[in-house]
């Protein structure tokens, strides 16, 4: 699975496999290694962030700072995710 960056502890990834058709962009955040229970964040055509789910329970306000920086940082993302998968579609 491809990493993108990391905040602090919080590693920002993408699952190898997403099926095909594939999701739209986003990455799975987790404390540490990757793990099936990470946080899943969209990332919108406008390069906003959008929480599908926190399912590895980040607080509330380490999220809102990862979000941030996801945001700050989301042309990088898109370019990662087109690198890796060889096209982007947007949640919204």
Known sequence: MP???RIGPYWIYFWANEGRPGEPVHVHV???NPS???TKIWITASGKCLLAHNNS???AKALRNIMRIIEAR??????KWIAFFGE???YC
């Open 3 to 5: 990493q993108v960056f």
């Open 30 to 32: 987790s404390e540490g």
């Open 36 to 38: 099936e229970n990470a």
């Open 57 to 59: 329970n980040i607080p």
């Open 74 to 79: 989301s042309n990088e993302v898109i370019q």
């Open 88 to 90: 982007a579609t947007y």
